[in-house]
């Protein structure tokens, strides 16, 4: 995701205008998905293979090198979003190996690439990026060295690779096939007649052909301008030998759909809102994030684990996502934590000091509250690590480290599946440093790394389950001013991030309380009919929030729960339940905020509003 990638194998003269023209034109459709760089590969029809890449933007890169221009039979293209080393010329895509035969552009993240890449070297490979897709077209290289056919070293250097990938790639040694891999990342193909298209997403070959084939995991094959062949690789790889990556045939053709989206409906994945596309993309982006926190963890957490105090500062979701890791850094890793709205940090951080972390959660890495925060807390000696979404923005650039997201660009100005992926990296992060403070012990790390690697599988199975139902109950919350949204413990923040949801975008006056608080004052509003959401996320959450939800459920408030599977207790309390997959306590927060926001989103539907732009609003926000 995020990234984006075009392929193209034509006849002569069959698209109408050079082949560069036609990769151009077609990135441009992906440009939505957020990009630092771009590039492109070509096989001209005098048999050279032209790489032209540079970091900037797609109209400007263009001007300055001109691709455009250059026509060939074959061709593929890149729009990148750094993940593996900062934006620059060198790291933009496609990727060669060191002959220069072969052209690779990926979106994704492959895991196990320092190792592959530290083989390679031993084995006499020069790199020249610092990214992980670079190992690519020096696999195929050393496969083919070793005897292989284009086609076999690509499935073989495939069968290596852990982590998530599209993948597209061209071989001077085979000129009429662009070759292609997916695992996670998406992949489309798209049926031309005399011409065939790959690319990450509909929209880019829209205008030549509506004919689709959404590949699936596991899947590798090449197109040409004839034909397009798909088959399913088979796990083993067999090294740095001779041997062949074993692949059977897939029949797809009837998985073949003929689609009739407006090129803005493509865009949106055929979703009617960003918001809701990317509610749906969670799964997808939370795999992603997981897959790129092995490495960075291990600088990060001997540093948080031998810290005085951890501060976690953010602005709005950030700040709810910053207010569970506070509460998971006590709890699992027995260390002084506190969360932070950023535009008041300034009075918390006169006390800290150089043996202090403070972590700036941003989604843009661009927020001025955020930002200033970072700098005082620079200013105190404190160690800062950025979590953002964004490569190289200006809360990364200042801090001392720096961990992303991978979430994916966000377009709807409401956060989604950025606050499940900040969730995730500080759940991670609160548990490994506890492990290694002694407080918790192995096998009760491996339990919440283990939920929170089933997180995606859960969460797609809850919005599977739930969609319909809550969308009815959406239909019944438009017609309310205000609601409650009542938690303990993790539930808390998890209920003030609902809250926030259903106020940014159904307007609807939302207020999350402490449960047990909520006989302090704020019992008050409730009459007949008051919409009062309860957050339990464990057995012991439940015991506790059943004698609030009797106050509430006294006063004829309309209750509805979140709650996981099996707690009967409440379930027959409430009138509405949302029962979840039982969960590790500690991860389920990424999974349990997701009825919520399909909640937000619906009630704004159903109320005629436009989610992806609520008003007074901006993504970025950058006043004080
Ligand atoms: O980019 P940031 O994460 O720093 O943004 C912080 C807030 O502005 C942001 O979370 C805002 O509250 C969103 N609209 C939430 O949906």
Redesign the pocket.
């Known amino acids: 995701m995020a990234c984006g990638i075009v392929a193209v194998a034509t006849e002569p003269g069959r698209l109408g205008k050079a082949l560069g023209r036609v990769i151009r034109d077609s990135l441009k459709y992906l440009e939505y998905r957020g990009y630092d760089s771009v590039g492109f590969a070509l096989i001209t029809n005098e048999g050279e293979l032209v790489i032209r890449k540079s970091k900037g933007m797609l109209d400007l890169v263009e001007a300055k090198l001109g691709f455009s221009y250059y026509d060939g039979l074959v061709g593929i293209g890149h729009t990148r979003w750094a993940t593996h080393g900062a934006p620059s010329d060198i790291n933009s895509h496609p990727h060669t190996d060191c002959k220069g035969s072969v052209a690779v552009a990926h979106n994704g993240i492959i895991e196990n690439y320092l190792s592959l890449k530290e083989e390679l070297l031993r084995r006499g490979h020069t790199f020249t990026s610092e990214t992980d897709t670079e190992v690519v077209p020096h696999l195929m290289e050393e496969f083919k060295k070793l005897g292989l056919t284009p086609y076999e070293a690509f499935k073989k250097a495939v069968s290596m690779l852990r982590g998530a990938y599209a993948l597209v790639a061209i071989d001077l040694d085979e000129r009429d096939k662009v070759f292609f891999a997916k695992g996670t990342s998406p992949l489309i193909v798209g049926f031309g007649s005399g011409f065939n298209f790959l690319a990450s997403d509909i929209p880019a070959f829209l205008r030549y052909t509506n004919r689709v084939l959404v590949l699936m995991d596991g899947e590798v094959g090449y197109i040409t301008s004839r034909g397009v062949v798909v088959e399913r690789l088979r796990a083993s790889d067999g090294g740095f030998t001779t041997s062949i990556a074993t692949s059977e045939p897939v029949d797809f053709t009837w998985r073949v759909k003929v689609i009739d989206w407006t090129p803005e409906m493509a865009m949106k994945g055929g979703y009617p809102h960003f918001m809701l596309k990317e509610i749906h993309e969670q799964p997808e982006a939370l795999t992603l994030t997981l897959s790129g926190l092995v490495g960075i963890s291990e600088k990060v957490v001997p540093i948080l684990a031998r810290a005085d105090k951890v501060l976690v500062v953010?602005?709005?979701?950030?700040?709810h996502a910053s207010l569970i890791g506070s509460l998971l850094f006590n709890n699992l890793a027995e260390l002084w934590s506190s969360a932070m709205i950023?535009s008041e940090a300034r009075w918390y951080l006169r006390s800290v000091g150089d043996n202090d972390v403070v972590i700036a959660?941003?989604?843009?890495?661009?927020?001025i509250d955020?930002l200033l925060a970072v700098r005082e807390a620079k200013r105190r000696g404190a160690i800062v690590i950025a979590l953002s979404n964004v490569v190289d923005s200006a809360i990364p650039r200042e801090s001392d480290l720096s961990i992303y997201m991978r979430a994916g660009p966000e377009i709807g100005?409401?956060?989604t599946k950025?606050f499940t992926a900040q969730v995730a990296v500080l759940t991670y992060l609160a548990a490994k440093a506890g492990e290694r403070r002694g407080v918790i012990n192995g096998k009760y790390l491996d339990g919440v790394v283990g939920d929170l690697r089933r997180a995606p599988s859960l969460i797609s199975r809850v919005i599977s389950v739930y969609e319909g139902r809550i969308r009815r109950i959406a239909g019944m919350l438009a017609s309310k001013q205000s609601a409650f949204y009542l938690g303990r413990g993790l539930g808390l923040p998890v209920s003030m991030e609902g809250a926030?949801?259903l106020k940014?975008v159904a307007y609807i006056h939302a207020e999350a309380y402490p449960a047990g608080e909520s006989k302090h004052g704020p019992i008050a509003l409730i009459e007949e009919g008051f919409p009062v959401v309860f957050t339990s996320l464990g057995r012991e959450d439940g015991e506790l929030l059943k004698s609030n939800i009797e106050e509430m459920k006294a006063r004829y408030a309309w209750i509805i729960a979140v709650t996981p599977k099996g707690s009967e207790e409440i379930t027959k309390l409430v009138d509405d339940v949302f029962e979840m997959p039982p969960m590790k306590y500690e991860a389920s927060p990424v999974v349990y905020i997701v009825p919520y926001q399909l909640l937000a989103y619906y009630t704004a539907v159903s109320k005629g509003y436009d989610p992806d732009k609520p008003r007074n609003?901006a993504?970025?926000?950058t006043v004080v």
């Open positions: 953010g602005a709005g979701t950030s700040y950023s959660v941003s989604q843009s890495g661009e927020t955020t100005v409401a956060a950025t926030l949801k940014e609003l993504k970025t926000v």
